[in-house]
């Protein structure tokens, strides 16, 4: 079977009172765990689940620790740069092993997926 490619936009920001980024970041595990490759990027609130600082309340799941594993297990992330600028978060603060992106890039992922999601 040939492998698909899923896209994940992930919009939401981490804790904010909806589960929708930590749900996205299971979809990638589970796609990239049944063969699939799988992008994910980061997005207006989204871009905080890729901040290096970022912790969770108690009793919730560790989303940049999910994000570290999905790009260890083969995932490419990226996170809207203008986003970051906006927010006044710096390069510096985003988790390694992701990179800026812009809206050329997310298009060209767009066009290029067979399958993509937003959270």
Known sequence: MKQKSLLVIIGSAPYGGSDAAWNALRLADTALKKGDSVRIFLINAGVDAGRKELRPPE????????????????????????????????????????????????????????RTVTF
């Open 59 to 114: 009793n919730y799941f560790d989303l940049a620790e999910m994000l570290r594993n999905a790009v260890a297990d083969g995932a490419e992330v990226k996170y809207c740069k203008t986003c970051i600028d906006r927010c006044g978060i710096g390069t510096g603060d985003m988790l390694d092993k992701i990179n800026t992106g812009s809206m050329a890039i997310l298009h060209d992922w767009i066009m290029s997926s067979d």
